[in-house]
């Protein structure tokens, strides 16, 4: 399967249209003007526009393929920084990106569409399940957050589910989303639970510290820090440094 491009910044699919329609004018202008004789003879004008944007040619090659049946796939990106020029250019109803992609990631290119009221919806199909990064995908503007392990079956499911205005998210995050509803009112009282000799521990740990150097810095054994850390991760629910880092900056800890 090939893309047929018109532009050097993102590829165009009119292949991808109900009468497999394509268009070799470079114009942009004669693009678009066949683009939209197409839409009418194929009967196709009210289906949801979509922007794909991924760094993954291939899994980018089958998704088109795929939502191209039920869908208006108007173009395809491979980085964010084109992905932002593109959704400015095209105005697709949807655009479906991954996270992490070259250049500019898909959550500051949601910021900066957003920042620019562009109203395009913005839908994350990732790998990522980290609580955070999906709390910061929906701060960023998303209107849904899938995982890739869900299929594409469930892909068509999210599009729909965002195009008639809802919010979507993967079943297996479920659990997740529920903490993150949570989150805000227990935001306080989780912080409450560490003392300040935790605090002070955490802040040093997020800052890439050693046990023993943050043993010497405040005066105490690296045993003694080792202690403060896991009693950090008990009371915080975590079970990894990652996590303990992630949450000091969520925090704004350091």
Known sequence: MQFRSSSS???FLPRYSAKSYETNQSSADAFVSALYQASIEGGWM???RLLLADDHAMFL???AGFLAKEFDVIGVVRDGGTLV????RLCPDIVVADIEMPEVNGIEASRMLHAEHNSSKILFVTMYSDLPLIEEAFRAGASGYMLKTGGTDELAKAIQCVA???????PLLGDLIS???TGGSQQKSREAVLTARQREVLRLLAEGRTMREIGQIL???ARTTESHKYEIMRNLGMKSSAELIRYALRIRLI
């Open 46 to 48: 009210n289906r949801t």
């Open 61 to 63: 090659d089958a998704v």
């Open 179 to 181: 903490a993150l509803v």
């Open 9 to 11: 910044e993102g590829d």
């Open 164 to 170: 008639r205005g809802g919010t979507y998210v993967s």
């Open 85 to 88: 020029k593109m959704a400015q």
């Open 219 to 221: 005066n105490i054994t």
